[in-house]
């Protein structure tokens, strides 16, 4: 076979579904299966009113962030004018064209109580010419079926008479999106069409045009092969919802996603690599990946498997790559976009050389990089303490001030590592009466703020003496 040339077509008009990135990377992964193959972003603008720019920016951010890099373009459709004008001339000249002047409202008026959906056909034979209000429909054949070879799907039938005269340009000249994405997938040699599922219905249509397009111009190109993937659904088994459901790519990133999770993640919407293990590596996806093991039934978007996916590859990374990979998030400051969470510091109350010492003991503990800066934030900064586990450890429980009391005095001249640390407070509860468990409550909730955290003596040994006693006695002084 030659070398495959796909290509990834979004509108960008809204946010960077997850369903889109999942289908650019099916696609990417035929390109990169040869050596020559070629990966084509065409950004689908068509619609005026509803492109916008920073949409533009948000797919391409997203395709860089994923890795997913393209051979040609990013281009824009608006820059085909031209092809797809000259196409609907075209195609005008050899009679698979015509004018209609109908309304919508005469459109329903004729259709009354008939609820069939589509164009019925009314300027179909009235020869009308060009003019004003006079959009151009395409001359479907009424006549016969047209099977989609679906690489997923199998032979999926379509009665071309249950396929509408659609319309192809508007009044005044501009070509449509069903066209134009027909002239440009021609022009770019497109070999397969690879997509969501909702654009199955399209298909049809799509093969027509081309075939119209190959009469008509006589410039004779190879139907593409097409495979159009399941959907994505929730928990309840709807398809996801922009207003309900995480669907943003980008999302993903400034929480704290590793894009290789990610894309690891995505490939296993619809489709599974081979053996027991979901976690595969980058090359390996690729050489595996075939459209026809795609199966065609809906792919459940888990946000609960891709945390622990994330989960899994984070704890994968060396230490130094957990730092490098967290920095955004402990130094927003210095990255190009804005992480999902704020760190608890200032730029200036921050210390690389800290963060590098006291991230080894986090690097287990979190599933997503925006969870790191709330973990570690008691080294940098004095933490305000949790109201609530204040009022329940320091007031409601006299054991609770009384064990930070008996520890003060024992922190003044014990050694400060975090073994003997351990050691002493262990002692010091038994003395008591409490467990390690209980004994270390004041003491975790009175140095970082909170009664959860990164291993307590391991952060101790790190904050210093000095530092632990002042807080130790600030808390003592407040609820004392
Ligand atoms: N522009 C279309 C979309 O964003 C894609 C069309 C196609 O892939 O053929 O849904």
């Known amino acids: 076979m030659s070398a495959p040339r796909v290509r990834f077509a979004p509108s960008p008009t809204g946010l960077f579904h997850v369903g889109s990135a ?37 797919i391409i951010a997203s395709m860089a962030w994923l890795g997913l890099n393209v051979d040609v373009g990013p281009y824009r459709q608006s820059d ?36 069939t959906p589509g164009y019925d056909g009314f300027c179909r034979d009235r020869g009308l010419g060009p003019g004003e209000r006079r959009a151009l429909r395409f001359k479907r054949p009424l006549e016969g079926s047209l099977v989609v070879r679906d690489e997923v799907r199998g032979e999926v039938t379509f009665e071309t008479r249950a396929l ?27 070999t397969h069409v690879i997509r969501g599922e909702e654009h199955l219905a399209n298909a049809p249509k799509q093969m027509l045009l081309w075939e119209a397009l190959n009469a008509a111009t006589g410039e004779v ?39 290789s999770a990610f894309v690891n993640y995505l490939a296993l919407l619809g489709w599974s690599p081979r053996g027991d293990e979901e976690i595969v590596p980058l090359a390996d996806l690729v050489a595996q990946f075939r459209l026809r093991d795609v199966v065609p039934s809906p792919a459940f978007f888990d946000v609960k498997k891709l945390r622990a996916m994330n989960g899994a590859y984070l704890r994968a990374l060396s230490p130094a790559a957990f730092v490098e990979a967290a920095r955004p998030w402990v130094a927003p400051w210095s990255s190009a976009w804005t992480p999902s969470t704020t760190p608890p510091w200032r730029e200036g109350d921050f210390d690389e050389a800290l ?36 009022a329940k450890v320091y007031r409601d429980d006299p054991a609770g001030l009384a064990i930070l009391r008996a520890l003060e005095a024992e922190f003044a001249t014990s050694p400060w590592t975090s073994a003997a640390l351990h050691e002493l407070t262990l002692r010091v509860g ?21 009664l959860v955290g990164p291993p307590l003596f391991e952060s101790l040994e790190v904050l210093g003496r000095d530092e632990v006693l002042t807080r130790v006695r600030a808390v003592l002084a407040a609820y004392a």
């Open 430 to 450: 038994e003395a008591q009466g409490l467990n390690l468990r209980k004994a270390q409550a004041p003491l975790r909730l009175a140095v970082t703020g909170s």
């Open 355 to 390: 963060f590098a010492r006291v991230a080894p003991l986090v690097h287990e503990r979190v599933n997503v990089l925006g969870e790191v800066p709330a973990m570690v934030g008691f080294f940098f900064v004095t933490p305000t303490l949790d109201e609530d586990a204040a």
């Open 22 to 58: 999942r289908s650019a990377l099916f696609n990417w992964f035929i390109a990169r299966q040869h050596d020559d193959g070629v990966f084509i972003l065409r950004i689908e603008d068509t619609d005026e009113s509803r492109n916008r720019q920073e949409w533009e920016d948000v």
């Open 164 to 190: 509408e005269d659609f319309v192809v340009a508007r009044a005044n000249g501009d070509v449509l999106y069903a066209l134009a994405n027909v002239v440009d997938d021609r022009d770019d040699r497109v």
């Open 80 to 115: 085909r004018r031209l092809a797809h004008e000259a196409a609907r001339d075209a195609l005008l000249a050899s009679g698979d064209l015509y004018y209609c002047d109908c309304t919508p409202e005469a459109l329903a008026a004729r259709k009354g109580e008939n609820k």
């Open 221 to 259: 190109v190879a139907l593409p092969r097409y495979a159009h993937l399941p959907l994505l659904v929730n928990e309840q088994r709807k398809k996801l919802s922009k207003r309900k459901d995480p669907v943003a790519t980008e999302r993903y990133r400034d929480e704290g996603y590793l894009a």
